[in-house]
């Protein structure tokens, strides 16, 4: 800034419906008529989030203790802890039930939405050590939901000490080197937490962009470094009053209750982190190392824009520029307030900066493309989807029921559930992209999973309610469409495209898309089989199977 001017504070006014439903798509898992109708009266973009930061968080165990009824003899699951070890394979798939009710009928939806894309940077999965223990997995989702708008270094521990963590990441049970047997702490989490989770493989500039020496990156630490930080974890267990891992994951407490510290397992000697530049000394117990090596990984430079990158990533952009990095880090290094790590500040950051919410971009790379999940949870929310009555089978026995969508086990969802990646490495990985935009130094992350046929089958059977699919899996998810029949009822067509157009794209539908779906419309109206509750799904579906949906701006 010149000196004598005067600093303009960035106005956070809701300035159209328009521009509100676009927020809401990167806020919450997809805007409706009602979201947009009253952001666009609290006429506050600011305003709206920090209200959202009180709201009472809804979390997945609690859902399913609460709607676990049992059948035929069963217990209801909150009167029955060891039914989740009994059922397992059945509340493998209740636990999806859950996350899909909660990100399409409950309030809290920034928290839901942050926890999501956080469950994309912190990864556990189902698939792996963790396939048998729902009750792990969910209670890990929780901690995700409850530490969203917490400090990162506070989430960090809380992630740490999660036994579903240590399970999938094999340091739960971990042992100091034994000379004699040849046995040697395990290094998966003392990798990971360094290359997933906080600092990455290289070092950063402030905006993201790799720093280098010589003309090449510069290593954030080497295998010297996974060595020594795996030392630091070691002595973990849960708590169920045994060390060995074989011995783990006995009960519900043990699975959802933080792990504890068995000192005669862990490394008590000095450990030289961070190039050999970061030193905890000998003496230290379990704890106290652990939250001396994550604390020494919080403060590392990296950490700002390695996870602001990312976050930015899964709510906004694929490819944020460099000035967007460097906002959001700055956010994270110090929140106004002098403390660093404070998730609120670089959520608002996120949300508020003039590229997302005043379009001050390159309109040829904004944007990202929606995930699987993403499109189902937008539909199921705009078009306010009803669910029924399900009963939960493990084999032949009935084992619950509860009301869900049980949008569960079609194949449909192109590998991607929640807790549900291949690897630890996510569905996807913040670099992945097709050739063609690598080559222009571009990433589309999501693209990974849309395959050669996208993900439009699955949008159409949804919103067509597909009699076949419908029926061989049993799926109880049904829209309201009452608007928009009557709308075609009064031959009110644009007006219809228009609605749609504004909820599903933040009105960015390309004029030639609109004037097709027109054009279908009054082509087809008069055919004898179509009705119009028939038309109104067929334009739903048309506009959530073209490029301006998939791609979110």
Not at 32 to 45: F, V
Not at 108 to 114: A, E, K, T, W
Not at 183 to 208: K, S
Not at 330 to 353: P, Q, S, T, Y
């Amino acid at each position: 800034m010149k000196r004598g001017e005067v600093e303009k504070r960035p106005s956070y006014r809701v300035r159209s419906a328009e521009e509100a439903s676009a927020f809401l798509s990167r806020a919450t898992f997809g805007a409706t008529e009602e979201s947009i109708r009253e952001l666009k009266r609290m006429g506050n973009y600011r305003r709206w989030i920090r209200r959202e930061f009180k709201k009472k968080p809804s979390y997945h165990l609690e859902w399913i203790l609460h709607h676990a009824k049992g059948v035929d003899g069963t217990e209801d699951l909150k009167d029955d802890p060891e039914g989740w070890q009994r059922y397992s394979d059945a509340l493998g798939t209740m636990q999806r039930d859950a996350w899909w009710d909660i990100v399409v009928h409950r309030s809290d939806q920034l928290r839901q939405r942050v926890a999501f894309a956080l469950s994309e940077i912190l990864v556990i999965s189902r698939n792996g050590p963790l396939l048998s223990f729902p009750d792990a997995r969910l209670s890990y989702y929780d901690l995700l939901v409850r530490h969203a708008f917490d400090n990162f270094e506070t989430l960090l521990r809380a992630v740490t000490y999660h036994p579903a963590m240590g399970k999938y990441l094999s340091y739960l049970g971990n042992a100091k080197a034994n000379p004699r047997s040849d046995r040697h702490p395990d290094e998966n989490y003392a990798r990971e937490v360094m290359q997933l989770f906080t600092i990455g493989l290289y070092e950063l500039n402030p905006d993201g962009t790799q720093k280098l020496r010589d003309g090449r990156p510069i290593p954030t630490y080497t295998q010297q470094d996974i060595r020594e930080m795996a030392r630091v974890f070691t002595g973990l267990s849960d708590d169920n009053g045994e060390f060995p891992a074989e011995a783990a994951f006995s009960d519900f407490h043990s699975r959802t209750s933080p792990m504890i510290s068995f000192e005669e397992y862990h490394d008590r000697g000095e450990k030289r982190i961070l190039h050999g530049r970061k030193i905890i000394p000998a003496g230290g117990d379990t704890v106290s190392d652990i939250n001396t090596a994550l604390h020494h990984l919080f403060m590392h430079p990296n950490v700002g824009p390695f996870l602001a990158r990312r976050l930015i990533q899964r709510l906004v952009t694929s490819n944020p520029s460099p000035r967007y990095i460097a906002h959001v880090a700055r956010a994270f290094n110090d929140n106004g307030e002098g403390v660093r790590g404070d998730l609120k500040a670089v959520i608002e950051a996120i949300l508020l900066d003039e590229e997302a919410l005043r379009e001050r971009h390159d309109p040829k790379i904004f944007g990202k493309f929606r995930e699987p999940l993403l499109y189902p949870a937008h539909l199921f929310r705009a078009f306010h989807a009803k669910n029924g009555i399900h009963t939960l089978r493990q084999g032949e026995e009935k084992v619950y029921r509860y009301r869900s969508f049980n949008f569960n086990g079609t194949g449909m969802m192109r590998q991607e559930g929640p807790l549900e990646a291949l690897t630890v490495f996510n569905y996807f990985t913040p670099d992945d992209g097709p050739y063609a935009l690598k080559k222009k130094g571009l990433v589309a992350p999501e693209l990974e999973l849309y395959g050669k046929q996208g993900i439009d089958d699955v949008i159409i059977g949804l919103v067509t309610e597909n009699s076949y699919v419908y029926r061989l899996f049993h799926i109880t998810a049904h829209l309201q469409l009452q608007r928009e029949i009557a709308l075609i009822a009064r031959k009110r067509y644009r007006r219809l495209i228009d609605r749609l157009d504004l909820i599903l794209t933040g009105s960015r539908l390309n004029p030639r898309t609109k004037q097709a779906a027109l054009h279908y419309i009054k082509r087809h109206i008069r055919d004898k089989q179509m009705t119009h509750e028939k038309m109104a799904r067929l334009v739903i579906g048309l506009i959530m199977t073209s490029p301006d949906y998939a791609f979110q701006r």
